[in-house]
């Protein structure tokens, strides 16, 4: 008083917006409010209740992007990606809308949306195409609870796909935070039949004695690890040790954001099993997704990547 308000009122919302701002950057710390403050407050207000609207009104969509595997050349399964076309802003970035949906909650009942669409268009694919494709789908740090289990339970049994076909990606940093939680509700998920992949690998700061422990699959190299391959000599060694510690304790490994020949060429002959980037295939809209998985397409993104980098029939 009086440069941030005249009144209790005001004095106190202000010092509610300065708290939550402190809470935000993790608490143990004080917080002057400033005015900018009030200005991303009341974005924030109305972009949880703009996703609200579109979880209430089928607003969001999910598209896929191809993994495609080395051994055969073959899609082996599908990522499913969020995708909000908001009606005033036009395309949202994930990265925009998904911290705002883990702080009001709302990211339970979209992962659980994202999850159940994804599901259902797996089961569609298997049934109309004879094709037996993975969905792989995000799972939050918000997201890792009590509710969990029972919510993945509900949506493998109201759509009717194989648990097997349903694979869950965890990062490593949500599990590492939780650690004696994450392995139990792990365990739990494992025990319906789902895959579960450990996302962003190489990102946070796993140990040997916990990552023995968990019960995964796969390992997801994290794109920031890829990108400057091979010009970054530090990041091959990177990939190369992922791999070696992976393959030792009998995961699969996946590589992100592989974008060039030269990145295929070096993950191939170091024995990554999977690969997913735009080398591929962008994440597509379902109905673009089939058209590569119809019998005559379903190789051939895998294989011309792999006659560029020279390496078909090396592996």
């Known amino acids: 008083y009086p440069q941030d308000g005249h009144d209790v009122t005001a004095l106190m919302k202000y010092a509610d917006v300065a708290m939550f701002q402190a809470k935000k950057d993790g608490g143990n710390k004080y917080q002057f409010y400033l005015a900018d403050m009030t200005v991303a407050a009341n974005q924030r207000l109305a972009l949880e209740t703009d996703i609200r609207h579109a979880l209430e009104n089928d607003g969001f969509s999910v598209h896929y992007q191809p993994q495609v595997c080395l051994e055969n050349g073959r899609i082996v399964g599908m990522e499913a990606l969020v995708r909000w076309q908001h009606p005033q802003h036009g395309s949202l970035p994930p990265t925009m809308f998904i911290p705002v949906a883990e702080e009001t909650g709302l990211i339970e009942p979209l992962g659980e949306w994202v999850m159940r669409t994804a599901c ?178 379903r190789t051939s993104i895998a294989r011309e990547a792999l006659i560029n980098s020279s390496l078909r029939g090396t592996k």
């Open 120 to 297: 259902k268009q797996a089961k569609k694919w298997h049934d109309t195409l004879g094709i037996n494709i993975t969905v792989s789908v995000n799972v939050s740090g918000h997201q890792i609870n009590d509710r969990l289990v029972p919510a993945v339970r509900a949506v493998l049994a109201d759509t009717g796909l194989d648990p097997r076909y349903l694979e869950l990606e965890i990062t490593e940093s949500c599990i590492m935070d939780h650690t004696s939680g994450s392995i139990n509700h792990l365990n739990r998920l494992r025990s319906l039949g789902v895959q579960l992949a450990i996302d962003d690998f190489g990102t946070g700061y796993s140990t040997m004695s916990y990552l023995k422990r968990l019960p995964v699959d796969k390992l997801k190299i994290d794109r920031s690890f890829v990108m400057d391959v091979p010009q970054d000599s530090n990041d091959m060694e990177i990939i190369k040790a992922i791999l070696a510690l992976a393959h030792a304790l009998k995961m699969t490994v996946i590589a992100e954001g592989v974008e060039t020949t030269e990145q295929c060429a070096f993950l191939a002959e170091h024995g990554c099993d999977v690969m997913q980037g735009y080398l591929f295939s962008r994440p597509c809209p379902a109905e673009e997704v089939e058209l590569l998985l119809t019998a005559d397409n």
